[in-house]
């Protein structure tokens, strides 16, 4: 399907020490990427609780998923920052198998960046597979790869309703979040500058004609000089034909107050919401439902696509009102603990029992009661 | 398909009122499990993790989902575990709607003491309604019921499949975690007692036909005796004919060691983990896949299933490798939020252009070089 004959799917250990080879502003770059994610990611460890209370002691522990697979697209461009997204918190995390599955080109090679940020991130197993045969192989194993429990990461139609077929089979593999089209709302007002509105969303354009590009203003004239510079900012780009279909769909909302803004971010539940008003502080409590918030003028998406820290793997499509951003914990799972001692289990007898005969559980209250008699 | 006409489907004022009528004992044993719910939940709260260096202060923040769905299946017997298990971490989370649905007994009533729990929850929105019908209500909304945005709670193959379907929908409602029959697993060494294990594979086998029941042990003698005690007890029970069904597809694994047995567990994935053993403590560490874990000869599991404070909504049928228990965090999502100076901008900007040129997204580049030339 990738139109290239292989002799062997997995990067070799040569293969992996050759990514060594990229110009210093690449590997600065990266690096800078790679450590800003991974300070950011290490704070979400997760700390569990314990209770101890007559005689009954509670307590979660987190354990990472064992086997992760990482999808990382191909195509067009190494995904350099989605391989950083996924693979900087499955290692944080603790997952012992972190697998990484990517096209590979014409010639039969990984872009060396990939596998730059691969070495950076400890992963070793990688696959040169795409599209739904690499989600199956992953989800149900093959003579040579280890099946893994859970899949995450962006694709094509093909790549996400294979996601979807095997996290359904018990058999399969869990997925990340549901997926969809990548969105961005843009709240601006008059201390907005268009130029900027503009590009913000026209970098969101650019990724799918079926982006979902919504500008929220506070008055007319504010986005009639976004329009403009969206005619005139779009004639530069490479992507152009991706971008004007976007944004033959987008959408511009006016409103009256920036309370009305925030009721329409809240009830759409974007992906990334950019705050572009005066008093963007002063609106954070109220908003609900939503992805990832950049806050000012200064912060562009882009910077949380790639290097700030935050995590852009997140919630499209409303999904937003329900799902969290990609972060340690979609790596992990808890397990809850009990410990109880034989005082602890006398105190808390009668009301088991009761609680057992009302739900007509007869054998949950033999369980108890057997244990009642005996010392 | 319940067998009643009603004239309202929505639980009155009165009717909840009504429901303060209960005995004493049965009183207290809902009030005591609501309070060990309460007590080990409340500490699951998240807390909010923030960073800030070089001019960018990366944050998340936690919100409750706005409106949950608790679905509580009827039948028998009124299932007020389930209701405290789901309504106490969704109050805790801070859900501004919490709506169950529960079906009717055949007088048009719904059970006292799952009203007199729903009081205790702060729970007013109270709908009789079961089956598939009652989730498509809850996902989609009525005339007289509002959409929910996440549906929470067990039910039968009808119940289920429709929560899977209204999920797969992006107009629909998110789903809690997979369904499956239930399971447990006991892990019994020489030091336990036959009667107390067999009575606690009884007390999962009632619960359903298909429900999953095994025993991991480390001699055979001992196995043989818990067969007995199961051939013995079983006379006893009221859903004899349920428990002997479920035991007709149990398994007994003998193992050669504890390590064995905890491996097992590992690749078995049990909802409920028994450590009938004498160096339980020991082996704590080593358990990677399990939804609930009980330690020890009093730890029944009834204690977890009703009352001692832990979640009994727990991943089965393997999910445990990569699901979590019921938590506050279930009735939660995070934002991500960044905020960015001018000095930040700056400072990664370089950073940002590098990776979007590498990943050939000019636009992404664009809306940082436009900010770059700007005071």
């Given at each position: 399907f990738d139109g290239v004959e292989l002799k062997n799917i997995s990067v070799s250990t040569d293969e992996l020490t050759l990514?060594?080879?990229?110009?210093d502003i690449t590997e600065s770059a990266i690096k800078t990427a790679y450590n800003n994610i991974y300070n950011f990611h290490k704070l979400q460890q997760p700390s569990p609780e314990k209770l101890e209370s007559n005689g009954i002691t509670l307590w979660r522990e987190y354990r990472a998923i064992e086997n992760v697979g990482l999808y990382i697209p191909g195509g067009s461009a190494p995904l350099v920052s989605t391989l950083l997204m996924l693979a900087v918190p499955a290692k944080i995390a603790g997952c012992k198998r972190i697998v990484v599955a990517t096209p590979p080109a014409k010639d039969g090679t990984i872009p060396n960046p990939i596998l730059y940020a691969a070495n950076l991130c400890g992963?070793?197993?990688?696959?040169?597979m795409g599209g739904a045969q690499a989600i199956a192989a992953l989800a149900y194993g093959t003579a040579t790869i280890k099946k893994v429990d859970k899949i995450f990461g962006p694709g094509n139609v093909y790549v996400t309703e294979a996601k979807q077929q095997v996290a359904r089979d018990v058999n399969g593999a869990a997925l990340d979040m549901p997926a969809g089209p990548s969105e961005v709302m843009v709240i601006a007002?008059?201390?907005?500058?268009p130029a900027f509105v503009a590009a913000d969303l026209l970098a969101q354009a650019?990724?799918?004609?079926n982006a979902g590009i919504v500008l929220v203003a506070l008055d007319s004239q504010f986005a009639d000089n976004v329009q403009k510079e969206l005619d005139e900012q779009i004639?530069?780009?490479?992507r152009v034909s991706i971008a004007s279909k976007a944004l033959e769909h987008g959408l511009v909302v006016l409103v009256n107050s920036l309370n009305e803004a925030v009721e329409v971010a809240n009830r759409y539940a974007p992906e990334h919401l950019m705050?572009?008003?005066?008093?963007a502080n002063e609106i954070l409590k109220d908003i609900?439902?939503?992805?990832s918030v950049f806050i000012g003028h200064?912060?562009?998406?882009a910077l949380g696509d790639y290097?700030?820290?935050?995590?852009?793997?997140i919630p499209t499509y409303g999904h937003a009102r329900t799902y969290s951003a990609a972060g340690v914990s979609s790596f992990m799972k808890s397990i809850s603990f009990q410990e109880v001692s034989h005082e602890g289990f006398l105190h808390i007898a009668p009301t088991v029992e009761r609680l057992a005969e009302l739900e007509g559980l007869d054998a949950h209250k033999a369980s108890v009661v057997i244990r009642r008699g005996t010392k």
């Amino acid at each position: 399907f990738d139109g290239v004959e292989l002799k062997n799917i997995s990067v070799s250990t040569d293969e992996l020490t050759l990514a060594d080879r990229l110009d210093d502003i690449t590997e600065s770059a990266i690096k800078t990427a790679y450590n800003n994610i991974y300070n950011f990611h290490k704070l979400q460890q997760p700390s569990p609780e314990k209770l101890e209370s007559n005689g009954i002691t509670l307590w979660r522990e987190y354990r990472a998923i064992e086997n992760v697979g990482l999808y990382i697209p191909g195509g067009s461009a190494p995904l350099v920052s989605t391989l950083l997204m996924l693979a900087v918190p499955a290692k944080i995390a603790g997952c012992k198998r972190i697998v990484v599955a990517t096209p590979p080109a014409k010639d039969g090679t990984i872009p060396n960046p990939i596998l730059y940020a691969a070495n950076l991130c400890g992963v070793t197993e990688i696959y040169k597979m795409g599209g739904a045969q690499a989600i199956a192989a992953l989800a149900y194993g093959t003579a040579t790869i280890k099946k893994v429990d859970k899949i995450f990461g962006p694709g094509n139609v093909y790549v996400t309703e294979a996601k979807q077929q095997v996290a359904r089979d018990v058999n399969g593999a869990a997925l990340d979040m549901p997926a969809g089209p990548s969105e961005v709302m843009v709240i601006a007002d008059s201390s907005a500058n268009p130029a900027f509105v503009a590009a913000d969303l026209l970098a969101q354009a650019e990724h799918d004609p079926n982006a979902g590009i919504v500008l929220v203003a506070l008055d007319s004239q504010f986005a009639d000089n976004v329009q403009k510079e969206l005619d005139e900012q779009i004639k530069h780009l490479s992507r152009v034909s991706i971008a004007s279909k976007a944004l033959e769909h987008g959408l511009v909302v006016l409103v009256n107050s920036l309370n009305e803004a925030v009721e329409v971010a809240n009830r759409y539940a974007p992906e990334h919401l950019m705050l572009e008003v005066a008093a963007a502080n002063e609106i954070l409590k109220d908003i609900q439902n939503a992805g990832s918030v950049f806050i000012g003028h200064w912060a562009s998406e882009a910077l949380g696509d790639y290097a700030s820290g935050t995590n852009h793997v997140i919630p499209t499509y409303g999904h937003a009102r329900t799902y969290s951003a990609a972060g340690v914990s979609s790596f992990m799972k808890s397990i809850s603990f009990q410990e109880v001692s034989h005082e602890g289990f006398l105190h808390i007898a009668p009301t088991v029992e009761r609680l057992a005969e009302l739900e007509g559980l007869d054998a949950h209250k033999a369980s108890v009661v057997i244990r009642r008699g005996t010392k």
